[in-house]
């Protein structure tokens, strides 16, 4: 009796908030003067409560924060639920022949659970969200190959020198022996790969060279630029 009159039992939280999910902690200590008997975590109170804690078994979801101690009977509740709101209590019993009296008790913690709350209201308003930035990108990838194709044909525009003359296309017949004669000096002109495309056209380019005199000939039958043609490959 002089052991149960200085018993303390201390459930110091009134009310606690937790998302679905998370850890509940609810605390209860004890101090080491008092009857024999179990202490235990209600849920409830009265003939509706249930028993969340037993120190001879309880739920896998519950746990001891301080396994095997005799003075702190605080519990974790693990992945808590919509269902696990409500009123708990710490409650010490006297041990009894039949059944365990109720000793003492705390005031109790009200838990309230709420839901997760997700980053999307909805998976509508989260695919058209995700249709917004794809249209986005593409249109900034679209403007972008605009930009750089009008870049490339302005700078071909701008290194064309001025006062030159494009290639005069003449025709020749395929396998006459003019198609053959080939200016191995000559660079390739970009108008003249299309030779290969087009068969029956072929370009002639004219180059001016300096004066030369001709043997046996008078100065005034003197050249001074020639065409050079080039044929079409097989």
């Known amino acids: ?11 110091p939280q009134k009310e606690i908030s937790v998302t679905a999910g998370e850890t509940l902690t609810l605390n209860c200590t004890v101090s080491e003067m008092g009857p024999v008997g179990p202490v235990k975590w209600l849920k409830g109170w009265g ?13 896998p979801r519950v746990t ?10 605080t519990i974790l509740i693990s992945d808590v639920r919509r269902e696990d709101a409500g009123t708990y209590y710490c409650v010490k019993f006297r ?5 365990d009296k109720l000793f003492q008790h705390g005031n109790g913690t009200v838990v309230s659970v709420q839901d997760l709350v997700s980053p999307f209201p909805n998976v509508k308003v989260a695919a058209a969200v ?24 302005s700078q071909h525009a701008a290194g064309a020198p001025a006062g030159s003359c494009l290639p005069i296309s003449v025709p ?34 004219l180059q001016p060279l300096p004066a ?21 490959a097989k």
Do not use: W
Not at 183 to 191: C, F, G, I, Q, S
């Open 1 to 11: 009796a002089q052991a149960g009159g200085d018993f303390k039992l201390r459930q």
């Open 47 to 59: 003939s509706g409560s249930e028993i969340i804690y037993d120190q001879r078994g309880s739920s």
């Open 64 to 73: 001891r924060a301080v396994d095997k101690s005799n003075t702190d009977f």
């Open 95 to 99: 041990k009894a022949e039949v059944n």
């Open 130 to 153: 995700l249709c917004f930035l794809l249209l986005v990108f593409i249109l900034a990838f679209c403007m972008y190959r605009r930009k750089q194709r009008g870049e490339g044909q």
């Open 172 to 205: 020749c017949c395929a396998g006459s022996p003019s198609s053959e004669v080939q200016d191995a000096e000559t660079p390739r002109l970009p108008h003249q790969q299309s030779s290969e495309v087009h068969k029956d056209i072929h370009y002639a380019d």
């Open 212 to 232: 030369a005199r001709r043997p046996g000939g008078s100065p005034g039958a003197e050249r001074s630029e020639y065409a050079s043609i080039r044929g079409a």
